[in-house]
């Protein structure tokens, strides 16, 4: 009996929670004391001005940087909830290409430049032991057609990609394990208003077809409202408001935030 | 010291020597990984095989009997030049008969006849870094290798069959051992990898500007790399030998005249002049120059 409630109550333990994450370089503070849950499916966006810490916090999250202090949670697939900085290196490689995926905003850092747009989206089946050129390819081509890039490209090295068209293909690279989390860091910004829009349909496309949880920091609120369930407002490495996105948004609380909703509208 | 000459036996420092011999060791009993050495000076220029000399320095000892070959050649300048090195230094007997060798230092090639156990293999390595390709930075292959995390390698080949709609390389083609260590076997024909499958004698690789040695042991299984539906083949070859008629060896084209003028020879020539010495005799051998045919050519 006992047993049958605590496997009813899985799906609605979070799958990461961040613990009072603090992280300083140096005597530099670069966030401070961050908590929050991150459900199964749901979207996270961390928003705040240059320097508040939102880089700072998703390389905290995904395990590219130590805490200083606090800690970070995840329930792997097999249902273990596991403290992140205690898994072993493979492991930890393991999960960042299979259970997630970094959608950076600098394509050029998150793709292979020097290898075809095939290869990119190929290369995490092969790091899990995939050994079949023919379904390689074709798993390839199926996510170069889901992100709308023609079968004709698949050769091509990203290198001759436009920047939407590399962004895409990073998205691709990502998902094709399947992931159940994915980190995005500023995805749409330094495109033209278009690439972004399309990019974005895109995005909020496959994140509910695929019920991805995501945690996308932006400084665009637009982004924010376009994608997000739920917001984190940072500043100054500190979170100073969070809750549903359309409710702070709409009805901000902290003088900062109201000060950011209202620029944005200005703007 | 040998007298004859003012230097160390073998050239090479007795302290230089036990360094380099106990970065061997730790090579056989890690079969395939990279192990760091303090390579040394050599009076030869890096490219020349200062690795494999080294190695070869390291190991031989009074009674060895050395060959060196450089493409499967025995008589290039750099084979010369080696064997000579090493009949000076070290004073020991050379051959060109794999048969009689105890240690052979190689070149871009593994000679045709089966190796046993009383025989050793040195290779000269330009690039010991099979990922090196596809992950510049030093500090992240070293991690790939720590944790067998080879999907990268498989990018290569993916991208050779996406390219030219096989597994494009021939040389140097990567190979997995013991199951574990990826390595880069040097630019051996692809040819030769089978042959270092399960070999008798000991096979060490010595990379003398990149400063590393590996090796694979006695009877260690060297496994290439390939995809299910693409599976590792060798080279053939259309026709057998012009100069001894041999078939399932490595043929190198050798242009007779500037009208067209070709013959496919062994690139072994010590092999190819022993199936001569035995009777065996290709369509052109009559007609080979005797630069090509060598001594044992049209006797
Ligand atoms: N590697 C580092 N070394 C020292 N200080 C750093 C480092 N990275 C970030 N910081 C500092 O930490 C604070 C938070 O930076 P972070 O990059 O997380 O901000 P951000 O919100 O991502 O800014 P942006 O919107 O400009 O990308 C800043 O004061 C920054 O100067
Ligand atoms: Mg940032």
Redesign the pocket.
């Known amino acids: 009996m006992r047993e049958t409630n605590r496997v009813r109550a899985m799906p609605d333990a979070p799958l990461l929670s961040a613990e009072s994450l603090t992280k300083f370089?140096?005597p530099?503070?670069?966030?401070a004391d961050v908590s929050f849950d991150l459900h199964e499916g749901e979207v996270l966006a961390v928003v705040?001005?240059?320097?508040?810490?939102?880089?700072?916090?998703l390389s905290l999250l995904s395990t590219e940087l130590a805490p200083s202090r606090g800690a970070v949670r995840y329930r792997m697939r097999d249902g273990s909830v596991r403290d992140l900085n205690a898994l072993t290196e493979a492991e930890r490689r393991f999960l960042l290409r299979t259970d997630w995926g970094f959608v950076r905003q600098d394509a050029r850092e998150g793709l292979r430049m020097g290898v075809s747009a095939g290869a990119n989206v190929g290369e995490r089946l092969m790091a899990v032991g995939d050994r079949h050129y023919g379904r390689i390819r074709a798993t390839a081509l199926d996510w170069l057609g889901r992100v709308e890039i023609e079968a004709a490209r698949i050769d091509d090295t990203p290198q001759s990609f436009s920047g939407g068209m590399r962004q895409r293909l990073q998205i691709a690279r990502n998902l094709v394990t399947r992931p159940r989390l994915v980190f995005m860091d500023?995805p749409t910004s330094g495109l033209d208003v278009s690439v972004q829009a399309r990019l974005l349909d895109l995005i909020r496309g496959l994140v509910a077809e695929l019920g991805l949880a995501v945690v996308i920091?932006t400084?665009d609120l637009a982004v924010a409202r376009l994608l997000s369930h739920r917001i984190m407002v940072?500043r100054q490495?500190r979170v100073i408001e969070t809750g549903l996105t359309d409710q702070v948004l709409d009805d901000p609380r902290e003088a900062y935030t109201q000060l950011l909703v209202s620029s944005v509208l200005a703007a | 010291m040998s007298a004859a000459t003012g230097y160390s036996f073998a050239y090479l420092d007795e302290q230089t020597k036990r360094m380099i011999r106990r970065a061997i060791l730790k090579a056989i009993a890690v079969p395939g990984y990279q192990v760091p050495f303090a390579s040394r000076e050599m009076p030869m220029p890096y490219g020349w095989g200062t690795g494999g000399v080294q190695v070869t320095a390291s190991i031989i000892g009074p009674d060895d009997v050395l060959k060196v070959i450089d493409q499967g050649s025995d008589d290039t300048t750099n084979a010369v030049s080696i064997r000579k090195f090493f009949a000076r230094t070290a004073g020991v007997a050379t051959t060109t008969k794999t048969r009689e060798a105890t240690v052979i230092q190689t070149r871009h090639r593994i000679p045709e006849a089966k190796l046993g156990e009383h025989q050793i293999l040195v290779y000269q390595v330009p690039i010991p870094e099979p990922l090196r390709f596809l992950e510049p930075r030093e500090t992240e292959t070293r991690r790939l290798h720590a944790l067998a995390d080879y999907g990268l390698m498989h990018v290569k080949l993916y991208e050779d069959i996406a390219r030219h709609g096989h597994i494009a390389t021939t040389y140097a083609y990567p190979a997995e051992v013991a199951g574990r260590y990826v390595m880069d076997p040097s630019p051996i024909p692809k040819f030769d990898n089978p042959k270092m499958d399960m070999c008798e004698a000991l096979q060490l690789f010595g990379a003398g500007r990149e400063k590393r040695i590996y090796a694979v042991p006695p009877c260690t299984r060297v496994r290439s790399l390939d995809f299910e539906d693409h599976p590792f083949t060798v080279q053939s070859f259309r026709e057998p030998c012009a100069l001894c008629a041999a078939t399932g060896v490595y043929l190198d084209e050798v242009v007779l005249d500037d009208r067209g003028g070709r013959m496919f020879v062994c690139s072994d020539t010590d092999f190819c002049e022993e199936r001569r010495a035995d009777g065996h005799r290709g369509h052109l051998l009559g007609e080979a120059p005797a630069a090509i045919a060598g001594e044992a050519g049209d006797a």
């Open positions: 370089y140096g530099r503070l670069g966030c705040g001005e240059s320097g508040s810490g939102k880089s700072t916090l500023e920091v400084h940072m490495g």
